[in-house]
């Protein structure tokens, strides 16, 4: 259990880090947590100055390489 607190807190650390450098940090429960990954994907491609991909949600982001950082966040997340 400390273990995963402890890797909780990293993400939740560089996710304010990451999210935070654009916007305020959103609560969790601002969106259903099924939502996040598509949500994080538009983000992504936001920060990076690219147009979202547009398509069905869950669908669009399979294709995708999520950034290793921003990878790791979500992974410790969902």
Known sequence: LVA???GDADAERQA???CGSCHAYPPPDILPRGSWRDEFVRMMFIRE???PPL???GIV???LAVLTRMGAILGRAM
Do not use: I, K, L, M
């Open 49 to 51: 100055g690219r147009t």
């Open 61 to 63: 982001d399979s294709a």
């Open 55 to 57: 398509g069905p949600p």
């Open 4 to 6: 995963t607190q402890s």
């Open 16 to 18: 304010r880090a990451v």
